[in-house]
């Protein structure tokens, strides 16, 4: 059974910072591509990070410079630290571990931004 289980997120005030963590089991992790997407209330699932299998990084625009995405093999787990948070970045934030026609969801964890 594959299981992706989200934590960290929290509420935060603007400018600050929260880290989420992704533990996945079930899948071999070190072939999967993994990554962050979030949802805001109204919107569509939006891509947030990926990391490769190889450890390659890929951003959106909206966070680049704030965000990074990590991942441990030896723990079977992804990260997102998120920087310089904005109110924008309230959404509620799902991981994402995909290989060729495998794709898997957390259940996502609430990220909430105050100004």
């Known amino acids: 059974q594959v299981r992706l289980v989200e934590s960290g997120g929290g509420e935060v005030q603007a400018g600050g910072s929260l880290r989420l963590s992704c533990a996945a089991s079930?899948?071999?992790?070190?072939?999967?591509?993994m990554g962050w997407y979030r949802q805001a209330p109204g919107k569509r699932r939006e891509l947030v990070a990926t990391v490769t299998s190889g450890g390659s990084t890929n951003y959106a625009d909206s966070v680049k410079g704030r965000f990074t995405v990590s991942r441990d093999s030896a723990k079977n787990a992804v990260y997102l630290q998120m920087n310089s948070l904005k109110p924008e970045d309230t959404a509620v934030y799902y991981c994402n571990a995909f290989e060729r026609e495998y794709d898997y969801w957390g259940q996502g964890t609430q990220v909430t931004v105050s100004s």
């Open positions: 079930g899948i071999m992790f070190s072939i999967y591509s």
